[in-house]
């Protein structure tokens, strides 16, 4: 049995048994803190690697051993992937569709959870199954069927049919918002209808405004998937001046071989805004993941 012993200052000192605890409390500590530190250098060698590729002339990229501080600057590049292909129209495609989409997407998918989460009506749990059953129908099995009928429609070539479709809602978005709202207080609603409210007004006055967390992560989620969208933009868009920058970059890829430089450059320009983005949008990200899923 571990005997106390008084400390010089007043204080009981520790036990062996406390002070072993201890030491491996910081010895679990210190092996968590590096093994992430090990997986986070692991994932950001690619990113790096493209940021020291971007300033390398072709003929030192790929030059054994690899050199992450490029011998010679080469700034150039930048300039001229800006001017090898329509950069700029590519990045005003890219941007407006993210814009536009993501409008789309937190409008429709914040009313459509509100009514599974807060309105009684039959049916509700059942027509919401069906609906998170879509989740397993990948865009490559209902991509055929949605191209005859934008098609049919004269849609093609346009940015109508990325578009209009995050206006009627999507099943993983509907889910995180619907358990967010699940978890506020059925109360608000009671004394808002006691006061007057209509359920248009319990809608914005009430679950919009205590929903935000929610609402920042779909949003997060819908910039950051739709800024990297190729296959939508691939299928449906046919002139290169409708191109994204995700499609343009495929372009610095020439019948004599391949633009390195240029396309690290364009790519290094393409990912460091959303980069800087989810930086600074993390903290709201996270907590709206936090906080989604309490409640079932």
């Not at 009313?111 to 599974?116: L, M, Q, V």
Request: net charge positive; charged share 15%.
């Amino acid at each position: 049995m571990a005997v106390l012993q008084p400390a010089a200052n007043g204080r009981r000192a520790m036990t062996v048994e406390e002070r072993n605890y201890l030491l491996l409390q910081r010895l679990r500590s210190l092996i968590k803190h590096a093994v992430l530190i090990t997986f986070g250098i692991a994932f950001m060698l690619p990113f790096v690697w493209m940021i020291s590729s971007s300033v390398k002339p072709n003929i030192d990229i790929f030059e054994i051993p690899v050199r992450l501080i490029p011998k010679s600057l080469r700034l150039e590049n930048y300039i001229d992937a800006t001017n090898a292909i329509p950069f700029w129209q590519y990045l005003w495609n890219s941007t407006y569709y993210t814009i536009f989409a993501t409008i789309g997407a937190v409008l429709s998918n914040t009313f459509i959870a509100y009514g599974f989460a807060r309105v009684r009506w039959r049916g509700r749990n059942v027509l919401f199954i069906i609906v998170i059953a879509t989740m397993m129908l990948p865009f490559q099995v209902r991509m055929i069927p949605l191209y005859i009928l934008f098609a049919r429609i004269g849609w093609l070539n346009s940015f109508l049919p990325l578009i209009v479709p995050n206006f009627f809602g999507n099943a993983f978005y509907i889910f995180l918002m619907r358990q967010f709202m699940m978890t506020l207080p059925k109360e608000l609603d009671d004394a808002a209808r006691i006061d007057g409210a209509s359920e248009w007004g319990i809608f914005w006055r009430v679950a919009v405004p205590l929903s935000k967390p929610a609402i920042l992560t779909v949003a997060i989620f819908e910039i950051i998937h739709t800024w990297h969208d190729f296959i939508g933009p691939l299928v449906y868009l046919r002139h290169p001046t409708k191109y994204t920058l995700s499609i343009g970059l495929r372009l610095y890829f020439t019948q004599y071989g391949a633009e390195w430089g240029l396309l690290m450059a364009a790519a290094a320009m393409f990912t460091i805004p959303m980069v800087i983005f989810f930086f600074f949008a993390q903290r709201s990200f996270i907590e709206g993941i936090t906080l989604t899923g309490l409640k079932g």
